[in-house]
C-alpha cells in the first residue's frame, strides 16, 4: 500500500518530469516512425517546420509568436533545420540586420511527407487516447488552470 501511495505522490510530485518522460517517449517513437518513411524533420520541431511552411519567409520573432513560444527557442531550434538542409536564411528587405527563414526545396518535400503522414498520426493518437482519456485536453487544461492560478498562489491555500 505504501508502494502505490509512493508512486502515486511522486508522479504528482515530480508531474514536470513524468510530462517530460511522456514528450521524450513520444518523441523517440515518432522520429522511428518518420524515419521509417524517410523523414528527417526532428520531432519536436515539427510545428516549427508547419509554421515556417505556413509563414514564411518568417523572423525568429514571427515563427515564436505564431507558436506561443520563445524567442530564444526559435533561435536554437532554426540554426538546427538550416544545418538539416530544411531551412534556409535570406536578408530581410526591410531590415538588412535581421534574418528571414524560408524551406528549401529539400524541407518543402520533407514537410510534404510529414503531411502525408499526419492523418495516420491522428489515427495512432485517437486509438490511445481511447485507451488512456484524451492527453490532449488534460494537458491543456492543466496548463490553463496553471496559468489561470500559478502554483504560488495554490501554496498559500495549501497547508506547507
Known amino acids: 500500500m505504501v ?3 509512493r508512486n502515486t505522490f511522486a508522479d504528482r510530485h515530480f508531474l514536470g518530469r513524468l510530462s517530460e518522460e511522456l514528450s521524450d517517449l513520444i518523441a ?5 516512425l518518420m ?4 523523414i528527417v524533420i526532428p520531432p519536436k ?3 516549427l517546420m508547419v509554421a515556417i511552411d505556413r509563414h514564411q519567409p518568417a523572423s525568429a520573432r514571427m515563427l515564436a509568436d505564431a507558436l ?4 530564444q527557442l526559435m533561435s536554437q531550434k532554426l540554426p538546427k533545420l538550416v544545418g538539416l ?3 534556409e536564411t535570406i536578408a530581410d528587405p526591410n ?11 529539400h524541407g518543402e518535400a520533407q514537410i510534404a511527407s510529414f503531411r502525408h503522414l499526419q492523418p495516420h498520426l491522428e489515427r495512432i493518437y485517437i486509438e ?3 485507451e488512456v482519456g484524451d492527453l490532449s485536453a488534460i494537458l491543456r487544461a492543466a496548463v490553463d488552470a496553471l496559468e489561470k492560478r500559478p502554483l504560488r498562489d495554490r501554496a498559500s491555500a495549501a497547508v506547507c
Open 95 to 105: 531590415d538588412g540586420r535581421a534574418k528571414l527563414y524560408r524551406l528549401t526545396a
Open 45 to 47: 520541431s515539427c510545428s
Open 3 to 5: 508502494s502505490n501511495y
Open 35 to 38: 524515419v521509417d518513411r524517410g
Open 85 to 87: 538542409d530544411l531551412v
Open 28 to 32: 523517440q517513437q515518432s522520429r522511428e
Open 68 to 71: 506561443g513560444r520563445s524567442h
Open 128 to 130: 490511445l487516447f481511447e
